[in-house]
């Protein structure tokens, strides 16, 4: 059973923009935090973004600070991430992730418990 979905990825140029977007089962999105992560080919799955439960506080990694947020709709039970002025180093499989019963986010994949299947994102230079 599907529990975590992404869609929105794509290709785009470099400066240009996207928003992609993770729907979750209501029972879940409501009592997790939520991450976004990434792993480009030949690469380790990187941080991106988190945002805590109640979507109060959000962090970012260096590489992302400034130009991609994340957001969430609890009536839509969907998890956002924007992202604008996109480099080829952005170029990923983007893949959002569940911290289970849990109101603080986390830049740690371990942490989390539910992932979905990923997105392509590819930023053309």
């Known amino acids: 059973q599907v529990q975590l979905a992404e869609s929105g990825g794509g290709l785009v140029q470099a400066g240009g923009s996207l928003t992609l977007s993770c729907t979750a089962s209501q029972r879940i999105f409501s009592s997790s935090s939520m991450g976004w992560f990434r792993q480009a080919p030949g690469k380790e799955r990187d941080f991106v973004a988190a945002i805590t439960r109640s979507g109060g506080s959000t962090r970012y990694s260096s590489s992302v600070r400034g130009r991609f947020t994340i957001s969430k709709d609890n009536a839509k039970s969907t998890l956002y991430l924007q992202m604008n002025s996109l480099k080829s180093e952005d170029t990923a499989v983007y893949y959002c992730?569940?911290?289970?019963?849990?109101?603080?986010?986390?830049?740690?994949?371990?942490?989390?418990?539910?992932w979905g299947q990923g997105t392509q994102v590819t930023v053309s230079s």
């Open positions: 992730a569940a911290r289970a019963d849990s109101m603080y986010h986390s830049a740690t994949a371990d942490d989390y418990d539910y």
